[in-house]
Each structure stands twice: as C-alpha cells, then as structure tokens.
Nanobody, 123 residues
Framework: QVQLVESGGGLVQAGGSLRLSCAAS????????TGWFRQAPGKEREFVAT????????RYADSVKGRFTISRDNANNMRYLQMNSLKPEDTAVYYC????????????????WGQGTQVTVSS
C-alpha cells in the first residue's frame, strides 16, 4: 500500500514559481513510477509529467514542457514538481500519482493518488 500527500500549492502571480512536493509512505515506493496530473474547474483531469523509478526517464505535457521539471528523491520517498513561468491557465488542483510497470500519461493506469494541492495563478 502506498499513501501520497501533496504540498506546496498556493497563490502566485503569473511568471512566478512554485515547487510541489509529494511525500510517500511505503517501503517499496522507490520502485514506483510517478506522475503529476492536474484538474481545472469544469475540465477533465490532464497529464502534466511523469518520471521513471530511477529518474532516468521523464515526459511532459506539451503545455508545460520547458517550464516544469519533475524529479524524485528515493532516499526520502519524495517526488517534486518545480513549476516556473507560471501562467493563469496553469491554475488547477495538482495530484501526485504512483504506478508500477512504466511511465504513463494515462491517469486511469495509476494505482495510488494523493488528495491534491491547489495552485492558483493570478494574471
């Protein structure tokens, strides 16, 4: 069983930065692949970024490529999403998710989810 808790969300002006954290419990979490997703009001949940268990493979949605960076610290069971050059359209609840078997941008392939953290970007 894996439990995920996100933190680091908040209100920021356009052009600003935030760093989201995802704390995980479970001894085998280092072997899990991690994804970040987001859901804006009235919209479906969408893929943001994913990282392999080793950190050697990352993938990003086109909308965040070059602005967001996903990373992991297996020793401390942490995952991060560094978000720079934020735009109002980045406003959403951001979720951390975990799965085994490879990176994926398909949300329903993930087995474990955090409760989400709100990110609001003002113009």
């Amino acid at each position: 069983q894996v439990q995920l808790v996100e933190s680091g969300g908040g209100l920021v002006q356009a052009g600003g930065s935030l760093r989201l954290s995802c704390a995980a419990s479970g001894r085998t979490f280092s072997s899990y692949f991690t994804g970040w997703f987001r859901q804006a009001p009235g919209k479906e949940r969408e893929f943001v970024a994913t990282i392999s268990w080793s950190g050697g493979t990352t993938r990003y949605a086109d909308s965040v490529k070059g602005r967001f960076t996903i990373s992991r610290d297996n020793a401390n069971n942490m995952r991060y999403l560094q978000m720079n050059s934020l735009k109002p359209e980045d406003t959403a609840v951001y979720y951390c998710a975990a799965r085994r078997g490879g990176t994926s941008d398909y949300d329903r392939s993930y087995d474990y989810w955090g409760q989400g953290t709100q990110v609001t970007v003002s113009s």
